[in-house]
């Protein structure tokens, strides 16, 4: 057997695992959940986010779909709402604090606060070999401080449960600290990001600042930084590690107060963000963020996954 057809072999292992894994929180000795359970979606009226809803309401629970633009939004909830499903919209876009505010106040306000946040909204402007950093801080004000500015501002929102609360990040592979293309060429950085014992959110804020800085003086191309997509690559880059770290000030909490957070990589999906040239369906790419969000008795936390990888 050739290098090529192991490293097949050891993919359709991986999947084999991570399906057996998936069943789990769905039999019913398992099922911890109820309809009075709130899972918050971010950027749920298409794509990812939508089949994230969809399927998190499917097992029952009460979702809230939230969206920019109040239109799209409320023609997604419409949609699921007419099978039957406990769907509710709210606006909010996660570059606005206010918008924050004001669906935080409506949080508290309706549903006494949430069990489950999804952090799924994000943005790509680049497709196929294009690696313009035009948008550049757009990306970084989304994909990282917009998906940090969610967590700081549902976590005092989240329920006590014997459960733990839950919180995962729809991020990327690409923002991987050791990959081969995409990594940081700074040794004495990545290694900092890379220790748990350094990692902090001013050096994780200091180092997408950085990269913004140098996009504004034209230095960013000689700087090392990921070579593929490298905005969106930085934005989820800090997005995995601002997990790391929030899962270790989380894993202090007292019992019946935990929260457990999580980020993973749902593959190249068929989307508006890949411009509709991903392999992976938005139903198979949603799937492990459910599993995620609704597992029960194998607590999991700062841990990453990948659609064909085993947690790491």
Same mark, same amino acid.
């Given at each position: 057997?050739?290098? %090529? ?8 292992? =991986? ?87 004001? /669906?935080?106040?409506?949080? %508290? ?26 948008? #550049?801080?757009?990306?970084? =004000? ?9 967590? %700081? ?11 733990? #609360? ?44 950085? /990269? ?9 191309? *000689? ?21 790391? !770290?929030? #899962?270790?000030? !989380? ?29 992976? *369906? ?16 194998? /607590? ?9 990888? %085993?947690?790491?």
């Amino acid at each position: 057997m050739g290098k %090529k057809e192991r490293a097949q072999e050891r993919r359709e292992q =991986r999947r084999q695992e991570i399906s057996l894994l998936r069943t789990i929180p769905y039999s019913d000795q398992q099922r911890w959940w109820s309809n009075e359970t709130m899972a918050v979606v971010t950027g749920s009226n298409r794509g990812i986010g939508f089949e994230i809803a969809h399927q998190l309401a499917s097992h029952g629970l009460t979702v809230v779909l939230t969206s920019r633009e109040t239109r799209v939004g409320e023609e997604a909830t419409k949609i699921m709402q007419e099978k039957g499903l406990n769907v509710v919209f709210h606006q909010l876009d996660i570059v606005d604090p206010a918008s924050i505010e004001t /669906f935080s106040d409506w949080i %508290k306000e309706n549903y006494d606060g949430l069990d489950i946040l999804i952090n799924n909204a994000g943005v790509n402007f680049n497709f196929g070999t294009d690696n313009s950093v035009e948008y #550049a801080e757009t990306v970084i =004000r989304t994909n990282y401080f917009g998906t940090k500015s969610m967590i %700081k501002a549902m976590i005092p929102l989240m329920k006590p449960s014997p459960f733990g #609360a839950r919180i995962v990040n729809v991020t990327s592979r690409l923002g991987r600290l050791n990959g081969r293309r995409n990594r940081i060429a700074n040794v004495s950085l990545r290694q900092q990001l890379e220790d748990n014992d350094s990692l902090s959110e001013e050096l994780i804020d200091s180092t997408v600042n950085s /990269f913004l800085e140098q996009v504004k003086n034209g230095t960013w191309e *000689s700087a090392g930084w990921p070579q593929v997509f490298t905005d969106y690559s930085l934005s989820k880059l800090a997005a995995n590690a601002y997990t790391r !770290l929030m #899962a270790r000030i !989380l894993s202090d909490q007292p019992e019946g107060h935990k929260i457990y957070m999580n980020c993973y990589c749902p593959g190249w999906v068929k989307t508006a963000m890949t411009d509709w040239a991903g392999h992976t *369906s938005p139903e198979v790419a949603a799937d492990t963020a459910v599993w995620l969000a609704l597992i029960s008795d194998q /607590f999991v936390s700062a841990c990453r996954l990948h659609k064909i990888c %085993k947690l790491y």
